[in-house]
């Protein structure tokens, strides 16, 4: 009998012991599917009536039948041309709750007959009158410190807002991971919140043409109110300190930085 009473204490911990251990990789999984993911579709164009018909397709189908799939807050965004770049391009960038969302967007799409009516000419249109050039596709996830996309609260007009899209590619994948670590643990993500850059997303990128790669979004105003707070941000303390550690040195190879503004049909 006494190894009976030993036993079942024993068992009992090694039990509970496991539920804890159980529980606490639940909490894991759902801390981490708390994260959302964004797709970042950039249409290039070679013509003024390609441009066009994307911006009917994207206002009167597509945010239409992204929104009935409980799909919000689509941000759809020209391109500012300069000399260097006259390629006309639209940004639409897409948020996800899950993986399986993003998976199963498309199929859903195919069944919603409102969707393929109000988009027929864009979604059909004949190969000699190709509604675009191209669609690059980038999937991210978004980081830790800011797992849920963010609606910057502007009030200027739309055609003088400026949304600065920026990609920061590493020369390794480990320096990649540090990069992303200065953001979150480092406290570069808090520097941003605290000057108010208003940030739509700060994401690593899983999938795409440069990487490895993170990108992250900050909304003006106007380019006077962006130019002004870039420069609070390079003088700060913060940032001061931050660049001088050791371990956060050369983590950058390669950065591109895009002008944007939002469409009238946006969704912010």
């Not at 992204?66 to 689509?74: A, D, E, F």
């Not at 993003?102 to 190969?127: M, R, V």
């Not at 007009?157 to 400026?162: A, C, F, L, M, S």
């Amino acid at each position: 009998m006494k190894i009976y009473l030993f036993t079942i204490p024993v068992l009992f911990l090694l039990i509970f012991a496991g539920c804890e251990k159980n529980n606490s990789g639940q909490a894991s999984s759902h801390a981490a599917a708390s994260r959302e993911f964004y797709q970042l579709k950039i249409y290039s164009f070679d013509t003024d009536i390609q441009e066009e018909a994307a911006d009917h397709y994207f206002e009167h189908a597509y945010l239409p039948a992204l929104k009935k799939q409980g799909i919000g807050k689509t941000g759809v965004f020209r391109a500012r041309l300069d000399e260097k770049d006259t390629l006309r391009k639209i940004y639409v960038l897409i948020p996800f709750s899950s993986m399986d969302q993003f998976a199963s967007l498309e199929e859903n799409l195919l069944k919603d007959e409102t969707y393929l009516a109000a988009g027929e000419d864009f979604i059909n249109a004949s190969p000699e009158n190709a509604p675009y050039k191209r669609i690059e596709s980038v999937l991210m996830k978004a980081f830790p410190d800011m797992p849920a996309m963010d609606v910057p609260k502007l009030d200027g007009p739309r055609v003088d807002r400026v949304y600065e899209l920026r990609s920061y590619e590493s020369a390794t994948e480990a320096k990649y991971r540090n990069k992303v670590d200065m953001f979150n643990a480092g406290g570069e993500i808090k520097l941003f919140d605290r000057l108010n850059f208003n940030a739509v997303f700060y994401a690593e990128v899983l999938s795409g043409a440069h990487m490895p790669n993170l990108m992250y979004m900050t909304t003006f105003n106007d380019q006077v109110t962006r130019d002004s707070l870039w420069k609070e941000f390079f003088a700060s303390p913060e940032w001061t300190e931050l660049k001088a550690i050791e371990k956060y040195k050369n983590n950058v190879s390669h950065a591109d930085i895009m002008f944007m503004y939002p469409t009238e049909y946006s969704d912010y």
